[in-house]
T-cell receptor
Framework: GDSVTQMEGPVTLSEEAFLTINCTYT??????LFWYVQYPGEGLQLLLK?????DKGSNKGFEATYRKETTSFHLEKGSVQVSDSAVYFC????????????FGKGTKLSVKP | EAGVAQSPRYKIIEKRQSVAFWCNPI?????LYWYQQILGQGPKLLIQ????????DSQLPKDRFSAERLKGVDSTLKIQPAKLEDSAVYLC?????????????FGPGTRLTVL
């Protein structure tokens, strides 16, 4: 079945460092890909998405490109801030699905000043 | 615009007891999802409703879990009887319709502890 594998955490970075969180997927058909974020004490919220191959999703300085050839959707940010500390989840919605999401295990990011 | 509401936020029960969770989705959202998130893992779909009909309940442990969405608006998820392994955060989400590219909007979750 469909699945998502993302980088194990936790990840600890200094402010202004470059961030990459790796995400790869297995899916039949043409899934949509998402990054959701969970800030401390808050609910899950959409960070960015891409719905077809070579699409780039971006939001709040974060970017991810839908790479069908490598089945990847890595999350990147050029300069992280303390306020980016959160748990990040990669997810897919499969081509044959009714919109339900399949999530990775999540990666906890801590940014130190 | 009001977000997805869930209650209670926290619940502690003993094994073999029953518990119910409530969710009110964003107004006008036809699709409602219940997910289970065990500590250290990503959320896993339990059941999906489109209006008041069930679209997918293939991962719902039907011997102990039940859910309904009367009138196609709010929803309840029940566990009876609870087991230790049911300790998790139960998330409700809604979206305008059940298509794969739609954003899902999540509630704050209900944290269940089974002792």
């Amino acid at each position: 079945g469909d699945s998502v594998t993302q980088m194990e955490g936790p990840v600890t970075l200094s402010e202004e460092a470059f961030l990459t969180i790796n995400c790869t997927y297995t899916a039949t058909g043409y899934p949509s890909l998402f990054w959701y974020v969970q800030y401390p004490g808050e609910g899950l919220q959409l960070l960015l998405k891409a719905t077809k191959a070579d699409d780039k999703g971006s939001n709040k300085g974060f970017e991810a490109t839908y790479r069908k050839e490598t089945t990847s959707f890595h999350l990147e940010k050029g300069s992280v801030q303390v306020s980016d500390s959160a748990v990040y989840f990669c997810a897919l919605s499969g081509g044959g699905s009714q919109g339900n999401l399949i999530f990775g295990k999540g990666t906890k990011l801590s940014v130190k000043p | 615009e009001a977000g997805v509401a869930q209650s209670p936020r926290y619940k502690i029960i003993e094994k073999r007891q029953s518990v119910a969770f409530w969710c009110n989705p964003i107004s006008g959202h036809a699709t409602l999802y219940w997910y289970q998130q065990i500590l250290g893992q990503g959320p896993k779909l339990l059941i999906q409703f489109q209006n008041n009909g069930v679209v997918d309940d293939s991962q719902l442990p039907k011997d102990r879990f039940s859910a309904e969405r009367l009138k196609g608006v709010d929803s309840t998820l029940k566990i009876q009887p609870a087991k230790l392994e049911d300790s998790a955060v139960y998330l409700c989400a809604s979206s305008p319709s059940g298509v794969q590219y739609n954003e899902q909007f999540f509630g704050p979750g209900t944290r269940l502890t089974v002792l």
